[in-house]
């Protein structure tokens, strides 16, 4: 059995503040420790279930957090920042190549416009007031879970803050196995569990999640992806790769080739931010 890990690091245990997610903030060092060992919990539990290879994929802003010193010696890690010629669907990369039995979503978060979400953003918080996937506001981890159902990948755990866990359980289904490491109080303050505790938790989740495998996640086509930005300049330098403006601040994408539309999300976004002057962010 093959796993795929999406790595964030909004939802490891222990992470409340903007500090821990940005490297030179305070304890942005220790935050890197606690997620690791939330994804090394994630490991174990999935060898215990017979899983043969894992690779995880960091997906926090550089995509360079994950401690591989620290990291357990079964996993492969693919790490590196999401230009869209080296991981084509932001977090995730190299599906086409790579086939897998299940996924896990560990440190994920609330999507961009959740009411007192824990750190709440989706993919790219300073353009993105939302997104929406088929019509429905979508987070980061419904639309990981779809790019991930289209090969056939269930997602079978997530792990996170409370808030999260009710999020991503109403997205992609009650039937999903959560773990809730922290409860969130509003947008940057938690009650964590220590880090040894959430790893049990997450261990023993991993393992049986991977028991009795979930359906994967089919969004039906033609595929739509609609992403509001927060200014209508934001929208103009993604539109300048494609995609059909609505309003004043919105560009959508559709098609029946939902990797090709994902694709071209995850370039939009990318040549949005790539000239935003930093002034103005
Ligand atoms: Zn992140």
């Known amino acids: 059995m093959r796993v795929y890990i999406s790595a964030d690091m909004e939802g490891a245990t222990g992470v409340c503040h903007r500090d821990h997610l940005?490297?030179?903030?305070?304890?942005?060092?220790?935050?890197?420790?606690?997620?690791?060992?939330?994804?090394?919990?994630?490991?174990?539990?999935?060898?215990?279930?017979?899983?043969?290879?894992?690779?995880?994929?960091?997906?926090?802003?550089?995509?360079?957090?994950?401690?591989?010193?620290?990291?357990?010696?079964?996993?492969?890690?693919?790490?590196?920042?999401?230009?869209?010629?080296?991981?084509?669907?932001?977090?995730?990369?190299?599906?086409?190549?790579?086939?897998?039995?299940?996924?896990?979503?560990?440190?994920?978060h609330t999507r961009a416009g959740t009411e007192g979400g824990l750190l709440a953003h989706t993919w790219v918080g300073s353009l993105v007031r939302e997104i929406r996937l088929q019509g429905e506001p979508a987070s980061e981890s419904r639309l990981n879970a779809a790019i991930w159902g289209h090969f056939g990948i269930p997602v079978a755990l997530a792990t996170g803050a409370d808030d999260y866990c009710r999020e991503v359980r109403d997205e992609l289904g009650a039937d999903l196995t959560v773990v809730a490491v922290k409860q969130a109080l509003g947008t940057s303050a938690v009650i964590t569990l220590t880090p040894p505790r959430a790893q049990a938790l997450i261990r023993e989740a991993a393992a049986a999640s991977l028991r009795s495998l979930r359906a994967p996640l089919d969004v039906g086509t033609p595929v739509r992806v609609e992403i509001d930005f927060w200014r209508d300049d934001m929208r103009a330098r993604a539109a300048t790769l494609g995609g059909e403006p609505i309003g004043r601040t919105t560009l959508t994408f559709e098609g029946d080739d939902l990797p090709a539309v994902f694709r071209s999300v995850w370039a939009a976004l990318a040549q949005a931010l790539r000239d935003d002057p930093s002034f103005l962010r």
């Not at 030179?24 to 939330?38: H, I, M, N, P, V």
């Not at 960091?58 to 693919?78: C, F, I, K, P, S």
């Open 22 to 108: 940005m490297a030179g903030g305070q304890d942005y060092e220790a935050a890197r420790r606690w997620l690791t060992g939330d994804i090394n919990a994630a490991v174990e539990g999935a060898l215990a279930a017979g899983a043969t290879d894992i690779v995880v994929a960091d997906g926090h802003a550089t995509m360079r957090n994950v401690l591989l010193d620290q990291l357990h010696e079964a996993a492969r890690l693919l790490q590196g920042p999401a230009q869209p010629s080296n991981r084509e669907f932001g977090q995730l990369a190299a599906l086409e190549h790579d086939r897998f039995d299940a996924a896990f979503l560990i440190g994920h």
